[in-house]
């Protein structure tokens, strides 16, 4: 929970997150956000409910495999995101 009470950002939020030995990892959760501004679209948005899951493998000792699919639902838009990346570790 974090509220800034001068400026009316407040959020509440919870994660589930399961790991399955030292090379896969899985989480879930949701947040509500009172405000939301988006730096990289400069959109701002109300009542904000935003969803998540995201699953973390590490295929080799050196490399990390990533996916996520976040859903954002507020007053003036929904989001829908679906993130896939590689880390590669020397």
Known sequence: FWDADADRFTSIGGDFTQSWG??????AGTA???????????LEN????VS????T???????RL?????FEDGDSRQYS???LSARIDF
């Open 57 to 63: 493998w590490k295929a080799t000792h050196d490399l």
């Open 22 to 27: 030292k090379e896969l990892r899985a989480s």
């Open 52 to 55: 998540y899951v995201k699953l």
């Open 46 to 49: 109300e009542n904000v409910q």
């Open 32 to 42: 509500f956000e009172l405000f939301h501004y988006d730096p990289i679209t400069q």
């Open 81 to 83: 995101r679906l993130g």
């Open 66 to 70: 990533r996916g996520s699919f976040d």
